[in-house]
Each structure stands twice: as C-alpha cells, then as structure tokens.
C-alpha cells in the first residue's frame, strides 16, 4: 500500500498498471474490464458510482484533465449487441433474469417497474426517444443556457438521430393534429407545446446508441471503468474536522474480492454518485448518510450524517395507455411523436412490438418470483397484491403466439408529477432493491392531468387520420376493456373503470421509468450538486430532480453528466492556479 501513497503525485502511473493504451471506439474500450481485474487498492482524482445515463457523460468529460474511476454493477451493452436492436426492446426489457441489464422492482403501489444493471443505464433499456428541456425547466434548475446549449449538442453527435417517421407514426402525428394540439413543430429536439416529431438513440438500421457510447469521448490513458463492481459502501473520514468527507468506496467484484477505492491528494477530487434514483439515494442510507432512526434499525453504524430528507421526494410520472389493434400492418416504432400539451401531458406511440408468448411468460415469473421472495423476507404490502389477474391471463393466453402485433399503443404521460412518495432501505445488501412508494394519483391533479390525456388519445384514435389503423367496428368502450383485462399492474380493477375515466387511470397506471428524487437539489444536494453537510462528494443523475424534464428525460440526464462535468474541471483549474500563484 505504501507504493500506491508515495506515488500519488504520479498518479497516472496508477492506471498504465491496468489500462492498456488505445482504443476508445465503442465496444473496443481498452480502459473497460471485469472488476476481478481490478487492483485490491489504487487512487484516483474522481471515482464515478454508477456507469449510467450520467456518469458515462460525467466521466468521459471528467478524464480530459483528471483520472477517473467508474464502477458499473452491470455488465457491457457491447456483449450482446443485438440485443440493443429495435426489434428486442421487448425482450431485453422483459428479461429480469439475475444477471440480466433489467432488475425487475415491484413498488408498493403495485406497479412493475425496472432498473437498469448495466454500463449506459437506462439508454440501453428505453424507447429511444431523444428531446431536450424546456427552456423554464432549465431556468428553474439555474443552469447556464449556453453551457447546456452545448452540453446537449456534445451529446448529440454520439446518440441522436431523426427517426423514418413511416405510416403509423405519421398517422398518430396527424391524429394529434386533428385533435386539437397545435401547433405542428416538425421535427425538433426543443420541448415547445404542440406536436412535434422528436429524436430517437437508434440509428437507420435500428441499432441503438446509449450514454455507453460518450465514453469515446474519454481520454483512454486516464479512466478506468469496471463492470461487475458492486459498491459497498462510501467511506469517510472525520479526522480533524468540522465536517464529514468523503475519500474512497469499497467495491466487490463478481468473485466476491472487496477493493478499495480512495480520493488521490488533492482538495478538488471527490467522489461521485450517478447510480440514479433507486440506487443513490440507496447508497447513501448504505454508507450512513440519511434519516438516522431508519439507519440505527438497519444496524448500519456509523450514522454519518443524519440526513432527513435522504429518500424523500421519489417522484414517477404515471403512464395510460390504450391498446389498438389494427386491420392493417404496421411498422416497428417506437416514440417518435410527441404531443405537448397545454393541460401537462404528453401523447406519445409505439407500433408493431414484436410479441411472444415466451418473453411475456418470463417476465410475469419473473413478477410472481420476485413476490414470493418479498413475502419470505417480510410482511409488504406488495405481498398481498392480488397475482390473480396475471393467473387469468395466461388462461386466454396461446402458447404458440410469436409474431409482431398488428396494433398500435398510444400512451398518456403527467407531466411532474405533484405527486411524491419516499424510498426506504429493505436489508443493507446493495444487490437488493430497496422499498419504494411513488403514491401515483395520490394528488387531484395529476389525476385530472390524465383524464385530459386520455380523452386526447380517443379524439386521436376516432380521427380520420388514424382510421385506417383502426378496425371500424372497434369501440372505445371496448378498447378501454382490453387494457383492463391485461395484468398491467397488480392493483385491483373496478367495473366502473369503463365508463369513469379517473377509476381507468388509477386503476391501468403503469410506469414510463421516468422516476426521479431521493436526492433533490434544496433538500439532500445544493446548486451544484454537492452533499448537503458532506465535503467531497456530490449526485449528479435523476434522483436530484424535482421534476422529470420535457418529455423523455434521457437527452437532460446525459446533458447534465457533461455539462456539471465541465463545469467540475473549471473549477478544478481555478483551484489549480490560484495553488500555483500562492
């Protein structure tokens, strides 16, 4: 251990011991390895929780003047690249098996829902679409607009991409148009009311580009990034000091060998959490640092920090939708339109998802295995979800069934929410999903936002423009009961829901895994992202939001790992010279 300290200085030599030089083409990342090759103790100036939407962003950025570490529990989106094709979203979506990029959680509301596990986050598992913030959003959050003007265009040149905008989608735009929501934007990344055609992460050919790839970005010789690296806990120290700082992680990699991460010598590095949602405020609880009754009944010692609002604020924007089959073929899309309404909600599509029995029948195991173990570990009120609609489904279900569907799906988003829940640690494995609550329309006014959407949608769908992907004889009554007989959640249905649209709502309420909070500017990290009451270490990923940004929040998640780390290395340099002139 003594070489590592003494050679601190140089502390790039650190890294040459264990990343190669080279490469920095996507899938061919020479700094990219199995934790199992990590050493047992090395520094560096950042170390980057999380290889997500944000932090491959943050890091790549980050390694133009420092080193970097990132640790990534998951594995490489480059292991199995067809697997990022169009034509599989559903599939790799749905599979949850134990070492697959999807970790399936069921919320206490009842509502499936997943995390991504692997390195790129949630751009290797979403639907692709590609917009930006409103310009209020990005006032509110006190970002410089012409840094984030840029920071969105650094971004872009790697993953975005006009979609083909074929029959359905067109369809659906005029539908949209024709229901009232104007005006017509045309294709644009801007987040402006009316509808508009937005970007999408997959290419012509349908191969998808994640955060993953703006690790081209990065400069090879000063990053290392590991896969399979489950961190256990932040460490701290409070030697001499007023208050806690953060100085390294420990990490296990898939062999079960603990290592040890620590902040080089110099004031400016820090540690850095870009886990998302679930998994930053999760680890935070896990190293001591949140509300300090829920900690002492984890056993987790030492409370470092009593931080109240740890958690709190969890916020996933409600999703509808309505199922349409069609008498006529239709492409394989997914959101490509978008209708920005006035009212706060967003009317978005997909088209011809290839459907089978065998994916559809994993995942529900899946759901029904990962009760079962809920109910073993404890009394939830997730266990006493009734599993009895997924039961009946597979009754009317035709094993045989393997095809692409000739159907259409329109969807309502609330924009926000107003709505918020809270997340709590389970056990103290960081494997496992902590508890969460998201409290869907538990406001009035979110609840109301999603009946304005769901009555553009059926303006759309009885529109002259959509008629030819709808069958004549088919009713809105009769739609509305095809999504109420599917198992879409594990709440309970009611007979009114066909006729009373607000018991619909709450009744068919699935996740757009848009979740955010837990770690809120204001509340647990200040402007610029650091721990409130903690030296060296900050969040920066959706869980400091206190709202999902524009329509699709992907495009402002990789921005914000650019444009704060930009402005991280300002800093740093500042630091640098004002050291130099003393």
Request: glycine share 8%.
């Amino acid at each position: 251990m003594m070489s590592f300290q003494t050679l601190w200085p140089f502390h790039i030599i650190l890294i040459v011991t264990f990343i190669s030089h080279g490469s920095s083409q996507a899938g061919y990342y020479s700094f990219m390895k199995d934790a199992t090759f990590a050493p047992i103790f090395a520094r560096f100036d950042y170390i980057i929780i999380g290889g997500g939407t944000s932090g491959c962003a943050l890091a790549a950025t980050l390694s133009q003047n420092a080193t970097v570490l990132v640790l990534e529990r998951g594995g490489s989106p480059y292991d199995f690249p067809a697997a990022t094709d169009i034509g599989n979203f559903a599939t790799t979506l749905s599979n949850t098996s134990p070492k697959s990029w999807s970790q399936l959680f069921v919320s206490e509301d009842g509502v499936y829902n997943t995390r991504a596990r692997v390195l790129g986050g949630g751009s290797v598992l979403n639907a692709g679409f590609y917009t930006r913030a409103g310009d209020d959003y990005v006032k509110e959050a006190e970002w410089m607009s012409d840094e984030v003007e840029a920071a969105y265009e650094w971004v872009e040149k790697k993953v975005a991409f006009k979609p083909p905008m074929l029959g359905w989608q067109t369809a659906l735009k005029d539908g949209l148009l024709e229901a009232g929501e104007f005006p017509y934007n045309g294709f644009t990344y801007d987040h402006i009311n009316g509808t508009k055609i937005g970007g999408t992460i997959f290419d012509n050919a349908g191969q998808r580009h994640t955060a993953a790839n703006l690790l081209e970005y990065s400069n090879p010789d000063t990053i290392a990034v590991y896969l399979h690296a489950t961190v256990h806990k932040i460490l701290f120290t409070t030697k001499g000091r007023p208050r806690p700082k953060a100085y390294g992680v420990i990490f296990q990699d898939a062999n079960g060998v603990l290592h040890k991460a620590e902040l080089a010598k110099n004031a400016m590095n820090e540690v850095i959490l870009c886990a998302g949602a679930i998994g930053s405020p999760q680890m935070l609880m896990l190293s001591g640092v949140g509300p300090m009754a829920h900690l002492a009944a984890h056993g987790i010692k030492p409370v470092v920090l009593d931080h109240p609002m740890v958690g709190q604020g969890m916020g996933d924007n409600p999703m509808n939708a309505i199922f349409i089959p069609s008498p006529t073929p239709v492409e394989v899309s997914l959101i490509q339109v978008v209708g920005i309404t006035k009212f706060d909600s967003y009317i978005e599509g997909a088209s011809g998802v290839v459907f089978s029995y065998s994916w559809t029948r994993n995942f529900f195991d899946g759901v029904l295995n990962y009760l079962n173990e809920m109910q073993t570990s404890r009394a939830t009120t997730t266990s006493s979800l009734s599993t009895q609609s997924i039961t009946d489904f597979f009754k009317l279900m035709n094993p045989l069934l393997n095809a692409t569907i000739k159907a259409g799906l329109i969807l309502q988003k609330v924009a926000g929410p107003v709505s918020r829940g809270h997340l709590e640690l389970r056990n103290t494995n960081p494997n496992d999903n902590p508890t969460v609550r998201f409290n869907y329309y538990q406001e009035p006014e979110d609840l109301e936002k999603c009946v304005e959407g769901i009555a553009t949608i059926i303006k759309v769908i009885n529109s002259k423009a959509f008629s030819k992907f709808k069958y004549p004889e088919a009713t809105i009554h009769g739609l509305l009961d095809l999504i109420l007989s599917v198992p879409t959640n594990l709440r309970p249905r009611h007979l009114t829901s066909v006729l009373n649209l607000k018991q619909f709502c709450i009744d068919t309420v699935m996740t757009i895994w848009h979740y955010h909070g837990g770690c809120q500017v204001g509340r647990v990290v200040d402007k610029n992202y650091k721990v409130l009451g903690i030296d060296s270490l900050r969040v920066i990923d959706g869980s400091t939001f206190l709202k999902s940004p524009g329509t699709n929040p992907q495009a402002t998640v990789m921005m914000l790992g650019r444009y704060m780390g930009q402005k991280i290395l300002r800093e740093r340099e500042t630091f640098r010279k004002r050291n130099e002139e003393a």
